[in-house]
């Protein structure tokens, strides 16, 4: 088996895909999860690396395992470093274990870096696409309940981990979360602005 990039994989893999509900390639959503995650714009050049991989084969093992790409597979695959195959693994959601899967996340600082990277790009296309249907439909509704409910419990288990973090302003975690504020905002601007239009569809 021939070694791949990381950025080679998901080019491959997401080709030809689509965001729902928007005008957009899948594999945009990868690069827009990493330009989150640098707010800060790291200097640890192998810190940066094993953030840049993870972030782009984020959702590749959840997207794609029934395509046999495993976390076993995606790690030969790209020879990726233990550090980053665990980062992958707390980011891949697991049927049957998702009482785990936010705790697990929010007790690892990198791991949290690119949830909340992910989430930012997730509320964005979500506004996008209530945006060009000027509506609120019931996926979008139940999308959008979901992050309310799990933002919440984020936001809990990051102070009980990383306060000193969140009280500082110049951590990349206070950029992400200020970011992730307006974008729900903006949400819930759509939400007042559209109900009434989602129930007529």
Known sequence: MSRKTASQLVEELYRGKRRKGIDKDAVEHLHDVVE???LDQERDNIRTM???NAALLHDVVEDFA???YTLEHVQALIGLSTEETRLLD???RKKGQEEKYLPGICAEEDAVRIKLADRIAN???LAAWVTKDRCFCEEARGIHEKYKRENAAILAMLHQHFAAELADPS???SRQL????RCMQEL???YAQYQGAALEV
């Open 36 to 38: 989150f995650c640098f």
């Open 50 to 52: 094993h953030l840049l």
């Open 66 to 68: 029934q395509d046999g």
């Open 90 to 92: 707390l980011l891949t």
């Open 123 to 125: 509320c964005r296309d």
């Open 171 to 173: 951590h990349v975690f």
């Open 178 to 181: 200020k970011l992730l504020d």
């Open 188 to 190: 819930e601007r759509f």
